[in-house]
């Protein structure tokens, strides 16, 4: 099946945190997520979280399964971002849970950033968005 952008994340939402550390999801990604997802460090190293719908989340891991797991950068890339990962539900309000680790990492506190970027969705504090984006909001 080919993908559609109907199918992708795009767009920029802001959303809080509320006392538990739960944040709810903008309805459009919720539908496309269903009842669960994975979430897991950025796959590219940036300081935010990432959402992934369970289908992409396996087949990003089988790509990553197919790198040379002998090497050991590979290997220790590998197991750390796995071992932060986890699988989450959405409950019957659209919240997903996110543990204080993940939090602390992306330097989430109250204010979120949920970010589609295509194949995932992506959670960032106002302030790394705007260091990552750079000169680019100007």
């Known amino acids: ?9 795009i ?5 809080t945190l509320d006392a538990k550390g739960r944040l709810t999801l903008p309805a459009r990604f ?3 997520l269903g009842d669960g997802c994975v979430v897991a460090r950025s796959q590219y190293s940036d300081a935010c979280l990432a ?4 289908e992409d989340f396996e087949r ?3 790509q990553l399964l197919s790198q040379d797991m002998g090497d050991e950068s590979v290997r220790r890339r590998v197991r750390i971002w796995s071992s932060e990962a986890f699988e989450a539900e959405i409950d019957a ?12 990492f992306a330097g989430l506190s ?10 995932t969705i992506e959670l960032w504090s106002p302030e790394n968005w705007r260091n990552y984006r750079g000169s680019e909001d100007a």
């Not at 767009?11 to 959303?15: A, I, P, Q, V, Y």
């Not at 959402?51 to 369970?54: D, E, G, L, M, T």
């Not at 109250?110 to 194949?119: C, T």
Request: charged fraction near 25%; avoid cysteine.
């Open 30 to 32: 919720r539908s496309l």
């Open 110 to 119: 109250k204010e979120v950033l949920v970010i589609g970027a295509l194949e």
């Open 51 to 54: 959402v992934w719908k369970h």
């Open 1 to 9: 099946m080919t993908e559609t952008p109907s199918t992708r994340f």
């Open 60 to 62: 990003f891991s089988l």
């Open 93 to 104: 309000n659209g919240r997903l849970a996110v543990p204080q680790r993940l939090r602390a």
């Open 11 to 15: 767009g920029t939402h802001e959303h």
